[in-house]
């Protein structure tokens, strides 16, 4: 091959290049944009719990613990396996 069309080929990789990094860039703002437009809110910043939390923590509780499987128990099981 010829210099002049090693040097043609190195500027359209380098034209390529430069694309990628734009396409990328990009893509990064569309993912950005996506998460403030389907922004769903997080937890209270107050602790406060949701309503469905507060009946599910409810709910538990009524469950004597004799109920309850020990987390040293479950290790066991788990381990026996």
């Not at 403030?36 to 949701?50: S, V």
């Amino acid at each position: 091959m010829e210099k002049s069309d090693m040097k043609a080929i190195r500027k359209d990789i380098d034209a390529l290049k430069k694309s990628v990094e734009k396409i990328l860039v990009n893509m990064n703002k569309l993912e950005i944009l996506k998460a403030l437009l389907c922004h769903r809110p997080g937890p209270d910043p107050e602790g406060e719990l949701t309503d469905w939390a507060k009946k599910e923590l409810e709910e538990a509780r009524r469950i004597p613990d004799t109920e309850n499987v020990s987390l040293e128990e479950l290790k066991n099981t788990i381990l026996r396996r």
